[in-house]
C-alpha cells in the first residue's frame, strides 16, 4: 500500500469536513450531506480501483 492513498483519502475528508461545517451553518444541510455523500461516493472509487489492481496482481501472481 501506497502512502500517498492514505494521504488523498485524509485529504477529501478533511476537505468535505470543512465544507460541510460551512454549509451547516450557513442553513443549508441538504447541500452538506450531498458533499458528504459526494465525498463519500469518491473514496469508494479509490478503494475499488485499488482493490481491483489488488485482485489483478494477485491473479497474476498465482498464475501459472
Given at each position: 500500500m501506497d502512502i500517498d492513498l492514505?494521504?488523498?483519502?485524509?485529504?477529501?475528508?478533511?476537505?468535505?469536513?470543512?465544507l460541510n461545517q460551512l454549509l451547516v451553518r450557513s442553513g443549508r444541510e441538504e447541500q452538506a450531506l450531498m458533499t458528504t455523500l459526494a465525498?463519500?461516493?469518491?473514496?469508494?472509487m479509490i478503494l475499488v480501483r485499488e482493490i481491483s489492481d489488488l485482485f489483478q496482481l494477485i491473479k497474476t501472481l498465482f498464475q501459472f
Open positions: 492514505i494521504f488523498k483519502i485524509a485529504a477529501i475528508g478533511i476537505i468535505v469536513a470543512v465525498g463519500l461516493v469518491v473514496v469508494l
